[in-house]
T-cell receptor, first 114, second 115 residues
């Protein structure tokens, strides 16, 4: 079975500072990995995804993520955070063998302070 | 392009009452998903439709939950009777098809509070 762990429940970061959100997955074969963002009152929006190839993936809103197979990780980063990045972030894993069904982590809430 | 629409946005009911949620997916999307998101947890898939047929309902508590997508477009999710532990946000998502990877687009969700 596939599963996702997001070790950090809540992160506070200053505006302009860098951000890194951790994600560890468990899956036997090559997973498809995703990061979603959920702003208050909004649905989930896909930030980026990794299927294969280059392990550093660029996404929308200036985010990037790096797939590290040896560490079973897919951490999300942003070099300089804006106040509008305050939201909840979810890592998810899917697989072709499971019809691309998504299993989500519990999420990390990001607070941005001025 | 209009996104996934859901209504109502909020609902408060007493336990043992019934409630129904409605979802209108993006036009042309064959696959529709219902997720349950309990506070402090990630979304959990309840049921997946491909057109008007059920692909996966293995996580749907069928003794109290039901869902339908009669004409392969709109869908309703019903809970009858509701329990306290059903308090959650119910998210609807749609994609072009579930047969290969296609991005899932999510609606804003319906927040259910069961008292």
């Amino acid at each position: 079975a596939q599963s996702v762990t997001q070790p950090d429940i809540h992160i506070t970061v200053s505006e302009g500072a860098s951000l890194e959100l951790r994600c560890n997955y468990s899956y036997g074969a090559t997973p498809y990995l995703f990061w979603y963002v959920q702003s208050p009152g909004q649905g989930l929006q896909l930030l980026l995804k990794y299927f294969s190839g280059d392990t550093l993936v660029q996404g929308i809103k200036g985010f990037e993520a790096e797939f590290k197979r040896s560490q079973s990780s897919f951490n999300l980063r942003k070099p300089s955070v804006h106040w509008s990045d305050a939201a909840e972030y979810f890592c998810a894993v899917g697989a072709r063998s499971n019809d691309y069904k998504l299993s989500f982590g519990a999420g990390t809430t990001v607070t941005v302070r001025a | 392009e209009a996104g996934v629409a859901q209504s109502p946005r909020y609902k408060i009911i007493e336990k043992r009452q019934s409630v129904a949620f409605w979802c209108n997916p993006i036009s042309g999307h064959a696959t529709l998903y219902w997720y349950q998101q309990i506070l402090g947890q990630g979304p959990k898939l309840l049921i997946q439709f491909q057109n008007n047929g059920v692909v996966d309902d293995s996580q749907l508590p069928k003794d109290r939950f039901s869902a339908e997508r009669l004409k392969g477009v709109d869908s309703t999710l019903k809970i009858q009777p509701a329990k306290l532990e059903d308090s959650a946000v119910y998210l609807c998502a749609s994609s072009l098809t579930g047969e290969s990877y296609n991005e899932q687009f999510f609606g804003p969700g319906t927040r259910l509070t069961v008292l």
